[in-house]
């Protein structure tokens, strides 16, 4: 059983930036981080391969936010840029053995409890 903790969300003015990062308590493989506002289904954000050398983005956030990873220390960043109100959300880390659809909620075994992210305009 992997254990996942977010940290790094906040409030923010619109332009501005955050790191969230995510915690895992073993070795994981594509990790990935969604998001979900209120009112509204969960959606994809961004994930990584093991290696790092995939990375798949969301459109909306492409050019704006970044993931990397750190396998020494178990754990995966999502820098985020020029921030808008419409990012607003809980942001949510994911870990899973998969292979191809890394955009899909449904391949991940492992979730954190999420970390809010408030974008003020």
């Known amino acids: 059983q992997v254990q996942l903790v977010e940290s790094g969300g906040g409030l923010v003015q619109a332009g501005g930036s955050l790191r969230l990062s995510c915690a895992a308590s073993?070795?994981?493989?594509?990790m990935a981080w969604f998001r979900q506002a209120p009112g509204k289904e969960r959606e994809f954000v961004s994930a990584?391969?093991?290696?790092?050398?995939?990375?798949r983005y969301a459109d909306s956030v492409k050019g704006r936010f970044t993931i990397s990873r750190d396998n020494a220390k178990n754990t995966v960043y999502l820098q985020m840029n020029s921030l808008k109100p419409e990012d607003t959300a809980v942001y949510y880390c994911?870990?899973?053995?998969?292979?191809?659809?890394?955009?899909?909620?449904?391949?991940?075994?492992?979730w954190g409890q999420g970390t809010q992210v408030t974008v003020s305009s």
């Open positions: 990584i391969t093991w290696s790092g050398g995939s990375t």
């Open positions: 073993g070795r994981t493989f594509t």
């Open positions: 994911a870990a899973g053995l998969v292979v191809g659809n890394s955009h899909m909620a449904g391949v991940y075994d492992y």
